[in-house]
């Protein structure tokens, strides 16, 4: 199966800064397209971003002008550069592969998530 793993979690004060990576391994199978979620305690999973191969991307409105997904050829990492960070950002964030047409729609695959924790 996937596996894939997230660095890049921290803490920060609101405004700041912080780049998430996540690298896919074990791959039996194209990938068409690679994402970010993430869960704050007592709330749904949503979706924050999500890439294709070609490179199309899809943002949550929240996030839309603040947070920027890029890959590494191949798709088998992506980033997520969030800047303007807002306490409303705080969950664990989780990376995930999927499909996109249209949205993107997160598949079976999903790391462990790392903390990103944003104080005003």
């Known amino acids: 199966q996937v596996q894939l793993v997230e660095s890049g979690g921290g803490s920060v004060q609101a405004g700041g800064s912080l780049r998430l990576s996540c690298t896919a391994s074990?791959?039996?199978?194209?990938?068409?397209?690679m994402g970010w979620h993430r869960q704050a305690p007592g709330k749904q999973r949503e979706l924050v971003a999500g890439?294709?191969?070609?490179?199309?991307?899809k943002y949550a409105d929240s996030v839309k002008g603040r947070f920027t997904i890029s890959r590494d050829n191949g798709l088998n990492t992506i980033y997520l550069q969030m800047n303007d960070l807002k306490p409303e950002d705080t969950a664990v964030y989780y990376c995930?592969?999927?499909?996109?047409?249209?949205?993107?729609?997160?598949?079976?695959?999903w790391g462990q998530g790392t903390q990103v924790t944003v104080s005003s």
């Open positions: 995930n592969t999927g499909i996109m047409k249209g949205p993107y729609v997160p598949g079976a695959s």
């Open positions: 074990r791959m039996p199978y194209v990938i068409n397209a």
């Open positions: 890439i294709n191969s070609a490179g199309r991307t």
